[in-house]
């Protein structure tokens, strides 16, 4: 696991890359960090380490759930930008377990 985090965590999840030029495989931290306001808003910062370089974006919301949320849904197709060509598991699994399954989201 990468060992340098750079910001405080408040949710972190561990997946395993396995490069497509046959590299050796190697663990990749997600992390958002707790929510801060921002103004009326509030942000949290979803940070990637693990890649060839550390990745490190902003995700605001109207409150700090809403500003959680923004960042666990775009952290799936972050990360799938960041491992091109290569491969993402979660606990040996295709999901990474960012999104609810989708018969939790079924009305």
Do not use: C, Y
Request: net charge negative.
């Amino acid at each position: 696991m990468p060992k340098e985090m750079q910001i405080a965590p408040a949710l972190t999840r561990a997946l395993q890359f396995t490069p497509g030029d046959g590299g050796p495989p190697r663990d990749v931290l997600v992390t958002i960090g707790p929510p801060m306001q921002n103004g009326e808003d509030f942000d949290v910062t979803l940070e990637i380490l693990g890649f060839d370089k550390p990745h490190r974006t902003e995700h605001p919301g109207v409150d700090p759930i809403a500003a959680t949320l923004s960042a666990a849904h775009l952290a799936p197709h972050i990360l799938k930008s960041l491992a091109i060509g290569g491969h993402l598991t979660w606990d040996g699994e295709e999901d990474l377990g960012f999104l609810p399954p989708p018969t939790l989201m079924e009305p």
